[in-house]
Nanobody
Framework: QVQLVESGGGLVQAGGSLRLSCAAS????????MGWFRQGPGKEREFAAA????????YYADSVKGRFTISRDNAKSTVYLQMNSLKPEDTAVYYC???????????????WGQGTQVTVSS
């Protein structure tokens, strides 16, 4: 059983930065493959970034590659998403999610947070 709570969202100007945090509670956080997804206005929820249990492998959507960095601190049971050079099209609700295996597919993530709003002004 895993519970996920996101924080760190807010309003920022284009070109600015935010760091999102996802605090996990429950069983064996370090064993989960963690991902960040986002859902903009009128859009489907889409993959943004993911990271393996050992921090060795990180994966990014083309839309965020080079601007976003995912990391995790297993000792703190927390995953982060550092977002730099933000664009208006990054405006979305950002969700933290956990999977039992390595995957980028939304449908294969078992646990989800409630989301945190990120708004990037133009």
């Amino acid at each position: 059983q895993v519970q996920l709570v996101e924080s760190g969202g807010g309003l920022v100007q284009a070109g600015g930065s935010l760091r999102l945090s996802c605090a996990a509670s429950g069983r064996t956080f370090s064993s989960y493959f963690m991902g960040w997804f986002r859902q903009g206005p009128g859009k489907e929820r889409e993959f943004a970034a993911a990271i393996s249990w050992n921090d060795i492998n990180a994966y990014y959507a083309d839309s965020v590659k080079g601007r976003f960095t995912i990391s995790r601190d297993n000792a703190k049971s927390t995953v982060y998403l550092q977002m730099n050079s933000l664009k208006p099209e990054d405006t979305a609700v950002y969700y933290c999610a956990a999977s039992n295996h390595a995957t980028l597919l939304r449908s294969e993530y078992v646990y989800w947070g409630q989301g945190t709003q990120v708004t990037v002004s133009s």
